[in-house]
């Protein structure tokens, strides 16, 4: 091999076969972050007022209900990400540094699940409950 | 180096606080009517202002912050001058829009 990174390595071809995925990942959920969250806000500021009846009304509806629940697992996949790097970086005892980041986990999974979860309830009891 | 870190900063704040505080108004809203307003309360406290008026500047700071990510991340934009006229740019624009947002909201209730 000669000196120097050949295209192939950096297409994810070297020795580990990966490397990338965690940058490009991060770009990705960054992108889907841009378009849901700044659709989510705008809809909230279009929103009448934020009243109960209003704001269950609201994410009851299917074209709402589903771009939150990619909202919220879009979120927490990029904070999880995130946080990894941030926790990497200043976090160096490796115990400390490991049970930090299966904290991460499961405080990243679990906001998610909840998150969509509550979404779904609302969407599927919505005009029950009302 | 401090656009860098603020990035840092108002990613974590928005992944603690920001996550935390959606979910929990989910959770509320499907929770029932009480629980609802127990977190509108909370929101609306002069407490909850500061916070969520510290997490509009954090979202826009790093929605900002990223975009410039962005550009930098296809290879532009790494001369010094221009460089620094970006990452200038990306905090003025944070504090305007968390500015303008916050009035329109507030000149609303009056």
């Known amino acids: 091999m000669g000196t120097g990174t050949g295209i192939g390595r950096v297409r994810g071809l070297g020795s580990a076969k990966t490397g990338a995925h965690h940058w490009i990942q991060q770009r990705v959920t960054a992108a889907g972050n841009v378009l849901l969250l700044v659709w989510f806000l705008i809809s909230l500021f279009k929103l009448p007022g934020l009243e109960y009846a209003e704001v269950v009304a609201w994410l009851g509806q299917p074209l709402v209900a589903v771009p939150m629940m990619l909202m919220l697992a879009n979120l927490f996949w990029h904070l999880r990400m995130g946080l990894q790097v941030v926790i990497e970086d200043y976090v160096h005892e490796e115990g400390t540094k490991f049970g930090t980041l299966l904290l991460l986990n499961f405080y990243a999974i679990g906001g998610a699940a909840l998150g969509i979860f509550a979404i779904a309830k609302i969407a599927f009891t919505a005009g029950a409950a009302s | ?110």
């Not at chain 2, 700071?61 to 200038?88: C, P």
């Open chain 2, 1 to 110: 180096m401090a656009i860098s870190i603020f990035h840092r900063i108002t990613g974590s704040g928005l992944a603690t606080v920001g996550a935390l505080g959606l979910v929990w108004w989910l959770w509320a809203a499907a929770s029932g009517k009480a629980a609802y307003e127990t977190f509108i309360a909370c929101a609306t406290s002069p407490i909850g202002y500061l916070v969520l008026i510290g997490l509009t500047w954090a979202f826009f700071q790093h929605l900002f912050s990223g975009l410039r990510h962005f550009v930098l991340d296809i290879g532009a934009g790494y001369e010094l001058k221009t460089n620094k006229s970006w990452s200038i740019l990306v905090f003025v624009l944070a504090i305007a829009a968390t500015g303008i947002l916050w009035l329109v909201i507030l000149a609303g209730k009056i």
